[in-house]
């Protein structure tokens, strides 16, 4: 795509029919990739040689882990570009991704939990990392929780914008918490600077859980923006021209 083509779309009514027609492809690719991911990580995968198959629950974890860290690191990039740029799209993006953040990270802390009880004998302990992933739960629910109190949606960005920008710091300390202290949590099994630890199989699944996860996001998230969109666009020429139901207002 030619970088003028990128830049038209910061123009709401051409990001709205771009996402429109690429949404449904996501959707596909999120469920194929992820019915391929599961029944390879489940059904052929082997055991792990000292957790038995109570290690599986990586493959929802550990990409659930790695997206809840990605997303808020894009949610923060497009809210500090729709501050100082003052660019719409870029902030209504940024809101659009919070939601999908959260979920990440509840699904991250859930398996988590669910992993720490056979591994460690506990559903929670205050480790580094854990501990850390928590304070990015709060960063997001407090991003929502500012945009949703202002009215005027340009000071809502905006404020929003400075607590996305600030939380970002939070997000390397996630991911060094188990080089920086002696933490319970394991570390990385899959690293670009050093060879996977995990076999074939393994390592697969989890790569295709990944991509299922990062399409399922961009599938939910431009839908999301699209809403969003339409509800701070009503009245405009172009959603009129959609029709009705367009022109209402978002719930």
Same mark, same amino acid.
């Given at each position: 795509?030619?970088?003028?083509?990128?830049? =038209?779309? %910061?123009?709401?009514?051409?990001?709205?029919?771009?996402?429109?027609?690429?949404?449904?492809?996501?959707?596909?690719?999120?469920?194929?990739?992820?019915?391929?991911?599961?029944?390879?990580?489940?059904?052929?995968?082997?055991?792990?040689?000292?957790?038995?198959?109570?290690?599986?629950?990586?493959?929802?974890?550990?990409?659930?882990?790695?997206?809840?860290?990605?997303?808020?690191?894009?949610?923060?990039?497009?809210?500090? !570009?729709?501050?100082?740029?003052?660019?719409?799209?870029?902030?209504?993006?940024?809101?659009?991704?919070?939601?999908?953040?959260?979920? +990440?990270?509840?699904?991250?802390?859930?398996?988590?939990?669910?992993?720490?009880?056979?591994?460690?004998?506990?559903?929670?302990?205050?480790? %580094? /990392?854990?501990? =850390?992933?928590?304070?990015?739960? +709060?960063?997001?629910? #407090?991003?929502?929780?500012?945009?949703?109190?202002?009215?005027? !949606?340009?000071?809502?960005?905006?404020? #929003?914008?400075?607590?996305? !920008?600030?939380?970002?710091?939070?997000?390397?300390?996630?991911? +060094?918490?188990?080089?920086?202290?002696?933490?319970?949590?394991?570390?990385? =099994?899959?690293?670009?600077? %050093?060879?996977?630890?995990?076999? =074939?199989?393994?390592?697969?699944?989890?790569?295709?859980?990944?991509?299922?996860?990062?399409?399922?996001? +961009?599938?939910?998230?431009?839908?999301?923006?699209?809403?969003?969109?339409?509800?701070?666009?009503?009245?405009?020429?172009?959603? #009129? /021209?959609?029709?009705?139901?367009?022109?209402?207002?978002?719930a």
């Open positions: 795509m030619k970088t003028s083509a990128l830049f =038209s779309l %910061a123009a709401p009514s051409r990001f709205y029919r771009a996402s429109d027609r690429l949404v449904p492809w996501l959707w596909v690719a999120a469920a194929l990739l992820a019915a391929a991911g599961l029944a390879l990580g489940l059904l052929f995968a082997p055991a792990d040689a000292q957790q038995g198959d109570a290690y599986r629950i990586i493959f929802i974890h550990v990409p659930a882990a790695w997206m809840s860290m990605v997303v808020y690191l894009a949610m923060a990039a497009w809210a500090a !570009v729709g501050w100082v740029l003052n660019a719409r799209m870029a902030a209504m993006l940024a809101r659009a991704l919070a939601p999908t953040g959260v979920v +990440f990270t509840l699904i991250a802390l859930a398996t988590g939990a669910a992993w720490g009880k056979p591994a460690w004998g506990a559903w929670w302990v205050w480790d %580094a /990392r854990l501990t =850390s992933e928590l304070i990015l739960l +709060f960063l997001y629910l #407090g991003y929502l929780a500012l945009v949703e109190a202002i009215d005027d !949606v340009q000071r809502a960005d905006r404020a #929003g914008a400075l607590v996305a !920008v600030i939380g970002a710091v939070n997000v390397p300390v996630i991911y +060094f918490s188990v080089r920086w202290w002696n933490t319970l949590h394991q570390g990385a =099994s899959v690293s670009l600077s %050093a060879a996977p630890k995990l076999a =074939s199989p393994m390592l697969v699944a989890m790569l295709l859980m990944t991509c299922a996860f990062w399409a399922y996001a +961009f599938a939910v998230v431009l839908t999301r923006a699209g809403a969003i969109v339409l509800e701070r666009e009503r009245g405009t020429e172009w959603v #009129g /021209r959609l029709g009705p139901a367009a022109a209402e207002p978002v």
